[in-house]
């Protein structure tokens, strides 16, 4: 089996800060939906993250279904947690790692969402997922949780969707 990139959209389309946060007053999980063309296990994504101040607890991402760019409440699998002390204070891409990799099927839409674990109470100490004011991703679109309801942003977020496939090559990009 060898590991290839499968979507992405490139941290060089990158013009402003998206807020990861938990607070009951704020939203509570950033998405960014994508449609895969290769049908396979996702054994990692990476997102382009970095922090601001010291913030303290996890962050994790989570594999949903998704429909019309919006993610729905069926979650497929959680990323192994990143503590968010250890992120740069400069966007770099973070690695998300799935223990138990989740098969998607080519052409459906799913969603990456985070799952935090700190409290947002300044806006001096959280994580900021890279984004375009410009969207230009064509397989989906960012989207936030806004009360309990997913909402769309019309921006897109920095990523790398990654797919087992079958073979002895471990590749990192597209060849053709």
Known sequence: MAVRLDQTYSESN???????????????????????TITGEIPYVDLWLKKVGTPTGNISVEIRNASSNLPSTTIHAT????????????YAKVRFTFSTPYEVTA?????????????????????LWGADLTPGYSGGQDAFLNSGTWETNSRDCAFDQYVTVPGGLDLTSKFW
């Open 79 to 90: 990323s192994d947690a990143i503590d968010a002390t250890s992120l740069s204070t400069s």
């Open 107 to 127: 052409s459906t839409q799913y969603a990456l969402t985070t799952l935090v674990t700190y409290n947002y109470s300044t806006s001096t100490n959280n994580v």
């Open 14 to 36: 990158v013009d402003v800060d998206q807020t990861i946060h938990y607070s009951a007053a704020l939203a509570d999980e950033i998405g960014q939906t994508f449609t895969p």
